[in-house]
């Protein structure tokens, strides 16, 4: 295998990695940006997300947990994947309308540290369900079949973890692509999203303008949990699907806001394809042998994905295209 | 100052005599305050694990009374933290796991004397909250948070993989076995007469002296002019900064302090389980932390004590509940209810934060003053 090859394997999968933070991330972003509402439980709607689109994609047998218990251990709508992309986003994009309404709504005035206690005790309740009903073992999500074929990036690929570099990651990262295109030219280049983006500037100002300012939050909160649920569903095959997986997946994608500029959908982007490709790089560069002594970059992964965070944040506190931070 | 004798004698003689008997009575305050914990240290696990009718009630077990201590330290540092300068730290698990890692590999390759174990342990927690405060504190409020969380995984992650010649990996690190204290009294083994029945074991009387020592600790630091910046910190961070605060500095400070308190705990956590799980290093155990102090109340010294009894209490005992009953009869309300306990709590977490900011500690004083409110008392 050549080093061109190899070289491009990484940034395929860096990409794809990066592309499933970078919908976490531009949710989270937004709603922070927009709303200063921090929500700790978008792991969780990540989580709904993916057992959402496994049931709707697949045909599921549980083997454990209360549902099976109770006699339904055979669930599931078996309609495929392109249902469940199309379906799992309306449907958390009602649950984040409802959590808007519900919980969001009363914290927005409360104290910062308040607003993640709230969402951190939501993401445990939603996390504990999910338990109770599904259990705790991993539930296997596999790929869609008719996109599972390999793409052949110059002859086979076996990296430890890359395993053969399927289609299904190329859609990923178009989805993304996609996804994160629209909203960006939503929030840049509409109506709606000038009146989201003067509410993030002076909300009582908008208000005095005689503009309902509260429906533009709910839908922006909607939006980004419908893409925290497209997450789910591009990630659910991707990783493994237990109930733990959104409390997991919420650090990388908090780092992810945090190092490229909060409130800028363009900083996620970055973020995510930083974070994306440091991790692929450490997982697929060979090993670097000087003498009798071995590096090996795999076990250093998960390590370096947050050492580069810190060194970004110790040069630019603000991340890497955020505005300078001002006094509130 | 409320003796009415000498507010009217005037001049500045009565502000001096006033400053003076204000010390005098912190002074009283802080040997009741610890005197009260020695006895309720030392009552406990009586309580809780010995007492005729009491513990069969609860089903408590001494070494859940040691576990509690040990993280009622660790909750009272959070809380000077948390409640106290308001920073809301979701890394602390670096400190409980890194102290309880230090003090396992110390004791593995160097000296397994507790004293030293612990010591090992806390000076690494110090070191540690020093370096990840500095690079933390660089970012207020929620980026705060973000970035501890994210430190505190790296750690996780570090010994996870490249440093597991040093941690053990994923199955934690093992073979520790602590020698006896001052080479004599073998914490596991029984006190002698009347103590071991009341305290139980050594390693319960060594753990109640930090827990004794930490309380009386975060007292002096409370009532000092250094705690109230804290308070000052959290009511107002701008209003500290004009003031002419170094507020970084405190801020930076109050960290490390925590950092000390979860270093103590972590440490005393490897002697009492002889066991470092890979677990405590991971961010849940932040979490916990999070939840047991808001819990039993921020901003008061005990309650975050409450929540961490509470908290493990839920985990250990009431986890192991087949069937929830109806007091006193066989009918079943609900089937398994163990394994809802986490669901349960968090529920109870989520409440709190809405209905009850300051816990079920400041739920208890608020009663306490309805209720001398109803008799008429006439303290204050």
């Known amino acids: 295998m050549s080093v061109l090859s190899e070289l491009l394997v990484i940034l395929l999968n860096g990409l794809q990695q990066g592309a499933i933070y970078v919908l976490l991330a531009v949710g989270l972003s937004i709603i922070l940006g927009t709303l200063k509402f921090v929500n700790f439980a978008h792991g969780a709607l990540y989580l709904i997300g993916t057992y959402a689109g ?123 692509a996609v996804l994160v295109g629209l909203v960006y030219l939503l929030v840049e280049h509409t109506d709606f999203g000038l009146v989201v983006r003067a509410g993030t500037r002076d909300a009582e100002m908008v208000r005095l303008l005689g503009i309902k300012i509260s429906r533009p939050y709910l839908v922006v909160f909607g939006i980004g949990a419908a893409l925290a649920g497209v997450a789910g569903v591009v990630g659910g095959p991707l990783n493994v699907v237990n109930p733990t997986v959104g409390m997991d997946i919420l650090v990388p994608a908090f780092l992810t806001v945090v190092i490229g500029g909060v409130g800028t959908i363009a900083g996620a982007v970055v973020g995510g394809l930083v974070i994306g490709l440091t991790q692929a790089a450490l997982i697929g560069l060979p090993a670097l042998t000087i003498g009798s002594f071995t590096l090996n970059f795999s076990p250093w992964a998960q390590v370096g994905l947050y050492a580069i965070a810190a060194i970004i944040l110790l040069v630019r506190p603000q991340g890497i295209l955020g505005d300078e931070e001002v006094a509130p | 100052m409320s003796d009415p004798k000498t507010t009217s004698d005037g001049g500045t003689v009565v502000a001096d005599e006033s400053l003076t008997s204000r010390w005098e009575r912190i002074r009283e305050r802080e040997a009741t305050v610890v005197g009260l914990t020695a006895v309720a240290v030392a009552l406990f696990p009586w309580l809780f694990a010995r007492a005729p009718v009491v513990s069969d009630v609860l089903l408590g077990y001494q070494s859940l009374a040691t576990l509690i201590l040990i993280w009622g330290i660790f909750a009272i540092g959070f809380d000077l933290l948390l409640g106290y300068t308001g920073l809301l730290s979701f890394g602390h698990a670096a400190f409980w796991g890194g102290a309880a890692y230090a003090a396992g590999v110390v004791a593995n390759n160097v000296s397994a004397d507790p004293i030293v174990m612990v010591l090992s342990g806390t000076v690494f927690a110090v070191l540690l909250a020093w370096v990840l405060g500095f690079l933390s504190l660089r970012r207020g409020g929620i980026y705060f948070s973000i970035l501890t969380l994210a430190f505190a995984q790296m750690l996780y992650y570090m010994s996870a993989a490249p440093l597991a010649f040093l941690t053990g990996g994923e199955n934690g690190l093992t073979g520790i076995s602590v020698t006896p204290l001052f080479g004599l009294f073998h914490l596991e083994s029984d006190l002698p007469t009347f103590a071991g029945e009341l305290l139980g074991t050594w390693l319960y009387l060594y753990v109640g002296v930090f827990a004794v020592l930490a309380v009386a600790a975060a007292y002096r630091i409370l009532n000092s002019p250094y705690g109230m910046v804290f308070r000052a910190i959290r009511e107002n961070e701008q209003r500290a900064e004009f003031v002419g605060l170094n507020v970084w500095r405190y801020k930076l400070m109050a960290f490390v302090i925590s950092g000390a308190f979860a270093g103590v705990a972590g440490s005393l956590f490897t002697i009492h389980g002889s066991y470092v799980p890979l677990q405590s290093l991971y961010w849940t155990e932040s979490g916990e932390i999070v939840i047991m102090t808001v819990l039993g109340g921020t901003a008061s010294l005990f309650g975050p004590v409450l929540g961490a009894g509470i908290y493990l209490y839920v985990e250990n005992i009431v986890s192991g509940v087949q069937q929830l009953t109806v007091p006193f009869t066989d009918i079943v309300l609900i089937n398994d209810f163990g394994t809802y306990w986490h669901l349960l709590l968090g529920l109870v977490f989520v409440v709190v934060i809405w209905a009850a900011p300051r816990g079920i500690w400041g739920a208890i004083s608020d009663a306490r003053a309805f209720v001398r409110g109803l008799v008429g008392g006439e303290r204050r």
Do not use: C
């Open chain 1, 54 to 176: 496994l049931f709707i994609a697949l045909d599921v047998t549980l083997s454990s947990g209360k549902l099976q218990e109770w006699g339904y251990a055979d669930i599931g709508l078996g309609w495929g994947f392109l249902a469940a992309l199309i379906l799992v986003p309306i449907l958390v994009f009602a649950i984040g309308l409802l959590m808007e309404r519900l919980l969001a709504r009363s914290f927005y005035d409360r104290p910062d540290t308040d607003q993640i206690l709230v969402t951190f005790g939501l993401a445990i309740v939603v996390q504990e369900l999910f338990r109770v009903l599904f259990g705790s073992n991993s539930l296997p999500f596999n790929q869609p079949e008719y996109i599972l074929s390999v793409i052949p990036v110059s002859g086979p690929m076996t990296l430890p973890i890359v395993g053969q570099f399927p289609r299904w990651r190329l859609w990923v990262i178009g989805i993304t």
